[in-house]
């Protein structure tokens, strides 16, 4: 899911001039009341408008054809057309600290070894021996040299060929150029490693654009591993990752996040080829896109002391991120540190600088980022083609989708948290392959989420299914990513209502 409110989002103070409370505007009706207590909410929209002085851009309907997430032939072409042209993650830098360090990366059919050469250097080779084609090295670990298990050929951490078996046998036509590993553009950005097949492709920081600018003052690179899971997934990549680009799923799909009012309108915004989307419209105080009000709380209203402590500890329940434990404690004295009555406005600058405070005392130094660049960056940001994130000043929530193969009905579905930590007090992670979306590892809001995803992919193959209509002001992100979609592979364009 994309989840998010100003205590646990971003920025846990700042909100908007423009995201206002609008309690007039919405029709909010208790439905019914949950297993564990929790009512769940229906928001209508249709009979009301955006209220003035909200900024939500649209776009005219459109309809996406279902064959990018259906047709075998359409994920045959992405290996060509998309995979072999864009920039990607293949990991995060943390993964090979030292000289020799590699991790493999597979996309469909390739394989890209990264690899650390130097201290201050990166390189990133194809997976291939040059003699007869064998794949190299597999999974993570470290190495002085690349051997090939087939005929014994060996390289350089550099991709410099050091030994061919029988190199006489090719006379004088087996130089240092023809056996050399071939190498793929290899880039850090934000403490992760982009690769790009494509040898003209463009500088990263281009590809990127506007992400670095609006993104690099949360300092991601700073941020460490603390879980990362991943597991296939019955439903293509797309189906997979567009369930994080948004957040009007929200309050129909985690009910048990409206506790305390739902946020029913979100902004969104595009750029090049990414996306990003934040919070515009709440029904009550202290939810996203709600004003943080200096009116006493009221006697019969939810006492936002131990309203932004159990919204909290629920989100590190349900979630296990968008909120960190230094958060989570600071928010949890609030009842004892403040008196009844506290304006939410009191309250959450009290807990900011509580939580910031705490974290300055072990060693974790909270980014200082103007409230104009903490609005334009949202919550949500979708990384063209295959990485979301969700960003905070001291963690990140983040996703990856990649074709498990051909088959448009896989995907290879990753979750993982990165948090800022004292130096050298990051927990020691691996990534965990957790085979069933039920198992207790994954979060109760994935799993919430995971329910969606293949049955949204079997739908899509009905024939009683037009296409994909993405809300034209709320699901912006998504049509803006299969129009960039198609803009490599040469179809599958949204098309306007007929």
């Not at 103070?13 to 029709?27: G, H, S, T, V």
């Not at 090979?96 to 201290?119: F, H, K, L, M, Q």
């Not at 709440?282 to 009221?298: E, I, K, L, Y």
Request: charged letters at 20%; hydrophobic letters at 35%; a negative charge.
């Amino acid at each position: 899911m994309a989840v998010g409110t100003p205590w646990f989002c971003a920025n846990i103070l700042f909100i908007a001039p423009e995201m206002r409370e609008y309690p007039d505007a919405l029709n909010i009706r208790e439905e019914t009341v949950m297993d564990d207590g929790l009512p769940t909410f229906e928001t209508v929209f249709e009979d009301y408008t955006v209220p003035a002085g909200v900024k939500l851009e649209s776009i005219p309907p459109v309809v996406i054809p279902v064959d990018a997430y259906t047709s075998e032939t359409y994920a045959r072409a992405e290996n060509e057309k998309l995979w072999g042209k864009v920039w990607q993650i293949a990991c995060r830098v943390e993964e090979i600290p030292n000289v020799g360090d590699y991790v493999t990366y597979e996309i469909v059919d390739e394989s890209i070894i990264i690899v650390r050469t130097a201290p201050d250097q990166i390189q990133a080779f194809y997976n291939v021996c040059q003699h007869r084609g064998r794949r190299l090295m597999e999974g993570c670990g470290h190495a002085h040299q690349f051997v090939c298990k087939f005929h014994g050929w060996r390289w350089r951490i550099n991709g410099q060929n050091v030994f061919v078996n029988d190199r006489k046998g090719w006379g004088d036509k087996m130089t240092p150029e023809e056996a050399k590993l071939q190498s793929v553009h290899c880039d850090t950005w934000g403490g992760w490693v982009w690769i790009n097949m494509d040898p003209n492709c463009e500088p990263l920081l281009n590809y990127l654009d506007p992400a670095p600018d609006l993104l690099g003052p949360f300092q991601l690179d700073k941020m460490r591993y603390r879980w990362r899971q991943r597991l296939i997934f019955p439903c293509n990549w797309k189906t997979a990752l567009e369930a994080f680009d948004e957040s009007h799923h929200a309050s129909t799909t985690h009910p048990q996040l409206n506790k305390y009012g739902v946020t029913p309108y979100w902004f969104c915004r595009t750029h090049g080829k990414h996306t990003w989307h934040g919070p515009a419209v709440s029904t009550n105080p202290g939810r996203p896109g709600a004003t943080n009000s200096d009116t006493p709380a009221q006697s019969d209203g939810p006492d936002p002391r131990v309203a932004i402590w159990d919204s909290l500890n629920t989100i590190m329940v349900e979630v296990n991120s968008c909120t960190t434990d230094t958060i989570v404690n600071a928010a949890k004295r609030l009842i004892d540190e403040l008196p009844a009555g506290t304006p939410t406005n009191v309250v959450l600058a009290h807990l900011s600088a509580a939580a910031e405070r705490d974290d300055a005392a072990r060693g974790v130094i909270w980014p200082k980022i103007p409230p104009e660049k903490m609005q334009a960056s949202g919550h949500d940001w979708h990384l063209f083609p295959n990485s979301v994130i969700l960003h905070g000043l001291t963690y990140a929530l983040c996703y990856r989708a990649r074709p498990n193969g051909s088959d448009p009905n896989s995907c290879i579905f990753e979750t993982y948290v990165i948090e800022r930590y004292p130096e050298g007090q990051e927990p020691k992670t691996e990534w965990e392959f957790v085979a069933d979306p039920m198992d207790s590892r994954w979060p109760r809001v994935l799993q919430q989420d995971f329910d969606n995803m293949p049955e949204v992919q079997k739908g899509m193959k009905s024939r009683g299914f037009k296409g994909a209509r993405p809300n034209p002001r709320q699901e912006v992100t998504v049509a803006h990513f299969h129009k960039t979609l198609a803009s490599y592979m040469g179809l599958g364009a949204p098309q306007p209502f007929k």
